[in-house]
């Protein structure tokens, strides 16, 4: 019977699939990210992702990039909030992973139409 201290180390954790191989980014990092940052769709953002994307957090997903792009155009933020400006700020590339990067967004709009949020 394996232990339990073995049965842990052999268990993933959800998010391994984030870890890298060591190796370093052909490309700026921060830069590419800044690009990403001001797509306002997902149409405009679809490049970014991989065909294979698959969103995973604690509480959502995991779900396809087609299960994504469906629920942000359900959110209709863009239609809610028509003078929506983010400022995003504060770019830094993760000091463990230099493929992965952080920023900050403010977000500033005037409401003028409900907001969709799942099927309530």
Excluded at 64 to 76: I, L, S
Aim: negative net charge; aromatic residues 16%; charged residues 30%.
């Amino acid at each position: 019977a394996a232990s339990a201290t073995g049965l842990a180390a052999m268990e993933s954790h959800w998010m391994d699939f984030m870890k890298f191989d060591g190796s370093s980014p052909s490309f700026d990092v921060i830069e590419r990210t800044k690009s990403f940052t001001e797509c306002k769709t997902y149409d405009d953002a679809e490049d970014f992702f991989d065909k294979d994307y698959v969103f995973r957090g604690p509480i959502i997903g995991p779900i396809t990039a087609k299960d994504v792009k469906e629920t942000q155009q359900r959110f209709n933020v863009m239609d809610a909030y028509p003078d929506l400006v983010m400022e995003k700020f504060g770019y830094t590339v993760d000091p463990e992973n230099p493929y992965r990067c952080y920023w900050f967004e403010r977000w500033k709009g005037t409401n003028q139409e409900a907001i969709q949020v799942g099927p309530i």
